[in-house]
Nanobody
Framework: EVQLVESGGGLVQAGGSLRLSCAAS????????MGWFRQAPEKEEVGVSI????????YYADSVKGRFTISSDNAKNTVYLQMSSLKPEDTAVYYC???????????????????WGQGTQVTVSS
């Protein structure tokens, strides 16, 4: 059974930083996509950033480019999201996701990802 365990969420003031972590277990895919979606209150899930295990390709939502950085440790099946210059509009539940390899045309589509974590709350105060 695939399990995703997220950590690192919390409350931070605007302009601050947080680092999210997600440790995956229970799968042995040779190549996969892993990363983060987020869901603000009363809105749908939106792709934030994804990294591909085989070649390290990364994808970001326009709203976070230049502020967020995704990285991974393949040996540990762990992905990180360093979030800087946080804004109140970044407030959301952040979900770790894992799925088949994706590319620039499909990484943002939530149905590409078979496995989702429980989510971790990120709240940015103004």
């Amino acid at each position: 059974e695939v399990q995703l365990v997220e950590s690192g969420g919390g409350l931070v003031q605007a302009g601050g930083s947080l680092r999210l972590s997600c440790a995956a277990s229970g799968f042995t895919f040779d190549d996969y996509a892993m990363g983060w979606f987020r869901q603000a209150p009363e809105k749908e899930e939106v792709g934030v950033s994804i990294i591909r295990s085989s070649d390290g390709s990364t994808y970001y939502a326009d709203s976070v480019k230049g502020r967020f950085t995704i990285s991974s440790d393949n040996a540990k099946n762990t992905v990180y999201l360093q979030m800087s210059s946080l804004k109140p509009e970044d407030t959301a539940v952040y979900y770790c996701v894992v799925g088949s390899p994706v590319d620039g045309t499909s990484w943002w589509w939530k149905y590409e990802y078979d496995y989702w974590g429980q989510g971790t709350q990120v709240t940015v105060s103004s």
